[in-house]
Nanobody, 125 residues
Framework: QVQLVESGGGLVQAGGSLRLSCTAS????????MGWFRQAPGKEREFVAG?????????YADSVKGRFTISRDNANKNTLYLQMNSLKPEDTAVYYC?????????????????WGQGTQVTVSS
């Protein structure tokens, strides 16, 4: 089992940047495929980005490609990151990190086994 805690959310103006972090504790962080999801009010939870065990094969939703970067630190900090640049008001949502024990970056939230509590990101226009 792994416990996930997100941080780094906040209020930012359109065009600005934020970096989210997700710190993992419990079983070996490096054995999990990790993902970032988000959920806006009244909408379903959607895939944002995912990353393999090694960190060499990230995957992104089309809506964030070229603006967001997912990365992970397996060696020292057991932490997942999401660097978000050129933020838009439509990026406003609660952002969640998630872990799955399989070898695939799934885009469906039900394929992930562990979740953090979420961190709010609000982008003003």
């Amino acid at each position: 089992q792994v416990q996930l805690v997100e941080s780094g959310g906040g209020l930012v103006q359109a065009g600005g940047s934020l970096r989210l972090s997700c710190t993992a504790s419990g079983r070996t962080f490096s054995s999990y495929v990790m993902g970032w999801f988000r959920q806006a009010p009244g909408k379903e939870r959607e895939f944002v980005a995912g990353i393999s065990w090694s960190g060499y094969t990230p995957s992104y939703a089309d809506s964030v490609k070229g603006r967001f970067t997912i990365s992970r630190d397996n060696a020292n900090k057991n932490t997942l990151y999401l660097q978000m640049n050129s933020l838009k008001p439509e990026d406003t949502a609660v952002y969640y990190c998630a872990a799955n024990r399989r070898a695939t970056i799934f885009r469906q939230s039900h394929s992930y086994d562990y979740w953090g509590q979420g961190t709010q990101v609000t982008v003003s226009s």
